[in-house]
Nanobody, 123 residues
Framework: QVQLVESGGGLVRPGGSLRLSCAAS????????MAWFRQAPGKEREFVAA????????SYADTVKGRFTISRDNAKKQLYLQMSSLKSEDTAVYYC????????????????WGQGTQVTVSS
């Protein structure tokens, strides 16, 4: 069983950048496809980005494509989300998630979740 802990959230001005990290422990990190989801107040959890076990496949939501980059370091058991050109609508709690086998865009497919980290984009 893998445990996930996010970090790196905070307050940033519109147009700014932030890098989120997700540290994994307790399981074979390189067996898991990984993803970032986010949830804003009053809204459903939505897909942000996902990456395969070997980093050869990644997917992005249209709303973040070209602004966010997902990456992973299997040796360090870390997942990252580099966010740039941030907008107020990016404000949300960001969660990292893990699942075995193939990458999925559906949050219900993911079996392991972190506790989330708050990202607030405001001037």
């Amino acid at each position: 069983q893998v445990q996930l802990v996010e970090s790196g959230g905070g307050l940033v001005r519109p147009g700014g950048s932030l890098r989120l990290s997700c540290a994994a422990s307790g399981g074979p990190f390189n067996n898991y496809a990984m993803a970032w989801f986010r949830q804003a107040p009053g809204k459903e959890r939505e897909f942000v980005a996902a990456i395969s076990q070997s980093s050869d496949d990644s997917s992005y939501a249209d709303t973040v494509k070209g602004r966010f980059t997902i990456s992973r370091d299997n040796a360090k058991k870390q997942l990252y989300l580099q966010m740039s050109s941030l907008k107020s609508e990016d404000t949300a709690v960001y969660y990292c998630a893990a699942k075995l086998l193939l990458v999925s865009l559906q949050h219900r497919r993911y079996t392991h979740w972190g506790q989330g980290t708050q990202v607030t984009v405001s001037s």
